[in-house]
């Protein structure tokens, strides 16, 4: 019932723009190549006949009237964005294949009940605004507008200005409306399905994450003639840290994730024992409970690491939320789906953020994931089949047919 | 003998260019600043006199000449490139005093018997292009041309183009000429004089030092679904290695120093395990044995710790000389020096590496050196007083009268 290949043939398209030499794609939140990929994606949805609409975060919505339009719609989306060393289906995957569900409904002269909609999330990926999800975070109300526009990259940069300058400063509220149902199709970005050899997922659960920002600060001093037990080496702290986030990580596994994935060294010369070295922690866990344990944890080891050196610290959790279960009737409609379709699948709990999970505070929510090859994602080898891909996207259209025709 | 404020108030005037907010200076080799630093140095001797040269490596020579200019010259040196957040002494307090010895001979209207040099050297801090003292090094036959143009910045830009882009690519061969004796004096950048509150360090050996690079390859993968046991993550072998170099550095102290002062994490995004690090170590010590011993610590700890992650590991060592003694009969002009002026002294081992170091591979060589505070350097902090200043210029201007004039 759906066009696997103009999908995959959409992808690749999109791929094109940010395209890097190892396959992936470069198209940071807000930069001149995610307003290109916006900008087609806004060109399809005209051309499939959708009204496109912007919001104050930059959000965009294209929709498809339903026969009482006055219904709460049905939502697909997810985000365009992505990392610096990127995949060509993190994101873009749920987007266009929202995209194919539009158009294969136009196919079919098909009239849904409600409105259908396929909205694109910015800035999903949090790699050059942190936190992640700020804009669904937004849309969502667990942030404030002042909070959203306000994020800044490590240049000082922020959304705000980084929104007016690629055009994408749209003048409608952010949220505040009522939505029928919120369904997400991803890659899993994970090992699960293909270990197990299950074309879909149905996401009954996401992970809480706590990030971190953390500054040590020692004293820039010179490598040569500054004896071992004079230093304070800024650098040494911060590589404990990183050693003492992967225990933490190790201790609560398998489930625990934990990570430093970014740190800037000052002065970063050679010859220079570092004086300030500013890092990030990003903690995983599906129990709450487990992961506050991690939280103190963390905060015990950095007060003691940074004791041992002589460090001053300045330790920041810059976001928190609880794992999510999703809506029992969406992960139904999902469920049934996939029985239609005859795809085999498996329960699953999702290990990356989504805007799904902030959806899921204003929305009865779910999400469908497929498999990605060897679980790589946030890399540019990232890759999954044109089969799977077609796979999710009819599970999408029966579960959106359920919720927009109840 | 010397004019202490007229020297003063030139390395007041010289850190003017590549001023930093906290009172240091930000002038790396052949920048825009490092060419106004050079041209101002340039009009000075010129108002003093002297004849320039420049060389194919941009080291900078200006001459007073001699009663009988046959003779080899004594050139007294240092650099005037900085750190990125660099002090206004490192470097210049050599390169200035040499320039007061020539102003003080001018007004005391002395003629002496060998010709009198001050040398400027190219790239001594090995922070914009690695490794340190490179052009001293080509002068001394240590490094051929080729090499010394070659050393490109982390941005790819090699020492030749940058030297033909500000106007230093001189067309003078370097080196290949007889020098007489070369002295530098230069701050202590230690604490060792300033604890023991002696004015003067008789520098009679430098210690020896190995630089390495290291790039650890794992695989970038999303920090949230990608389980802690199925993760190669370089920036934990990368945290493991800056651990394992401080206990380096600890295990043969007091004596020994080793420091990672650079790192580069690749995407350095929040949340993706890093895929590539690539770092810095810099190893010193005074004894070559013991240099060796730490060499092969460091060799054995990153095959472990690649081993254990599962790592990739590209590991070179880019720079290596053995410690140095000084010349007997310069550290004795020296020491008779500090013997005339009256200022109290001791004999001193540089832990930092200098021009002299090369210098001393082809002609006879001695430092001087003074306190500076806290014997904090490569810190915009860094500092000495005017009282040093002159007291180390005095003695300077001693030690090349007693060669100048054998
Ligand atoms: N799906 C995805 O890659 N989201 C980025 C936010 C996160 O790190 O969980
Ligand atoms: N004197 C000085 O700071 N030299 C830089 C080269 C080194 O690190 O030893």
Request: proline letters at 4%.
């Given at each position: 019932?759906?066009n696997?290949?103009?999908?995959?043939?959409?992808?690749?398209?999109?791929?094109?723009?940010?395209?890097?030499?190892?396959?992936?794609?470069?198209?940071?939140?807000?930069?001149?190549?995610?307003?290109?990929?916006r900008?087609?994606?806004?060109?399809?949805?005209?051309?499939?006949?959708?009204?496109?609409?912007?919001?104050?975060?930059?959000?965009?919505?294209?929709?498809?009237?339903?026969?009482?339009?006055?219904?709460?719609?049905?939502?697909?989306?997810?985000?365009?964005?992505?990392?610096?060393?990127?995949?060509?289906?993190?994101?873009?995957?749920?987007?266009?294949a929202?995209?194919?569900?539009v158009?294969?409904?136009?196919?079919?002269?098909?009239?849904?009940?409600?409105?259908v909609?396929?909205?694109?999330?910015?800035?999903e990926?949090?790699?050059?605004?942190?936190?992640?999800?700020?804009?669904?975070?937004?849309?969502?109300?667990?942030?404030?507008?002042?909070?959203?526009?306000?994020?800044?990259?490590?240049?000082g940069?922020?959304?705000?200005?980084?929104?007016?300058?690629i055009?994408?400063?749209?003048?409608?509220?952010?949220?505040?409306?009522?939505?029928?149902?919120?369904?997400?199709?991803?890659?899993?970005?994970?090992?699960?399905?293909?270990?197990?050899?299950?074309?879909i997922?149905?996401?009954?659960?996401?992970?809480?994450?706590?990030?971190?920002?953390?500054?040590?600060?020692?004293?820039?001093?010179?490598?040569?003639?500054?004896?071992?037990?004079?230093?304070?080496?800024?650098?040494?702290?911060?590589?404990?840290?990183?050693?003492?986030?992967?225990?933490?990580?190790?201790?609560?596994?398998?489930?625990?994730?934990?990570?430093?994935?970014?740190?800037?060294?000052?002065?970063?010369?050679?010859?220079?024992?570092?004086?300030?070295?500013?890092?990030?922690?990003?903690?995983?866990?599906?129990d709450?409970?487990?992961?506050?344990?991690?939280?103190?944890?963390?905060?015990?080891?950095?007060?003691?690491?940074?004791?041992?050196?002589g460090?001053?610290?300045?330790?920041?959790q810059?976001?928190?939320?609880?794992?999510?279960?999703?809506?029992?009737?969406?992960?139904?409609a999902?469920?049934?789906?996939?029985?239609?379709?005859?795809h085999?699948?498996?329960?699953?709990?999702?290990?990356?953020?989504?805007?799904?999970?902030?959806?899921?505070?204003v929305?009865?929510?779910?999400?469908?994931?497929?498999?990605?090859?060897?679980?790589?994602?946030h890399?540019?080898?990232?890759?999954?089949?044109?089969?799977?891909?077609?796979?999710?996207?009819?599970?999408?259209?029966?579960?959106v047919?359920?919720?927009?025709?109840?």
């Amino acid at each position: 019932a759906v066009n696997g290949s103009r999908l995959w043939q959409s992808l690749m398209d999109m791929a094109r723009i940010g395209a890097t030499p190892k396959g992936g794609v470069c198209r940071l939140a807000l930069t001149d190549l995610d307003r290109q990929s916006r900008d087609l994606f806004v060109r399809w949805c005209e051309e499939a006949g959708c009204t496109v609409s912007v919001d104050r975060m930059g959000n965009i919505f294209a929709r498809r009237p339903g026969r009482d339009d006055s219904l709460p719609p049905v939502v697909m989306g997810s985000h365009l964005d992505s990392q610096p060393t990127g995949g060509k289906y993190d994101g873009v995957y749920g987007v266009l294949a929202g995209l194919e569900v539009v158009r294969s409904l136009n196919d079919m002269n098909y009239v849904t009940e409600a409105p259908v909609e396929v909205a694109v999330w910015t800035n999903e990926e949090g790699s050059r605004f942190a936190p992640a999800m700020v804009a669904s975070g937004v849309f969502a109300g667990v942030f404030d507008l002042e909070y959203g526009l306000s994020r800044a990259d490590l240049d000082g940069r922020t959304m705000g200005e980084e929104l007016a300058r690629i055009g994408y400063a749209g003048d409608r509220e952010v949220g505040g409306r009522k939505v029928g149902a919120y369904f997400e199709a991803h890659i899993e970005q994970g090992p699960i399905l293909e270990a197990e050899g299950k074309t879909i997922g149905v996401v009954t659960d996401c992970q809480g994450q706590r990030w971190y920002e953390i500054t040590f600060t020692g004293q820039e001093a010179h490598a040569g003639p500054t004896p071992m037990l004079r230093r304070k080496d800024a650098l040494l702290g911060a590589a404990r840290v990183v050693d003492a986030v992967n225990r933490i990580g190790l201790k609560y596994g398998p489930l625990a994730c934990a990570t430093v994935g970014l740190m800037q060294i000052h002065p970063n010369s050679r010859n220079v024992i570092p004086g300030r070295v500013f890092f990030t922690v990003d903690f995983r866990h599906p129990d709450d409970g487990i992961l506050k344990a991690m939280d103190g944890e963390l905060r015990a080891e950095v007060e003691r690491i940074a004791g041992e050196i002589g460090l001053e610290s300045d330790f920041t959790q810059i976001w928190y939320y609880a794992p999510i279960a999703f809506d029992a009737t969406c992960v139904a409609a999902v469920r049934k789906g996939v029985e239609r379709t005859g795809h085999s699948f498996r329960d699953i709990v999702s290990g990356a953020g989504h805007d799904a999970c902030y959806l899921s505070k204003v929305a009865p929510t779910a999400m469908v994931f497929i498999p990605c090859i060897d679980g790589i994602s946030h890399n540019e080898v990232e890759e999954t089949t044109p089969e799977w891909s077609t796979a999710g996207c009819e599970v999408l259209l029966h579960a959106v047919l359920d919720r927009a025709n109840a």
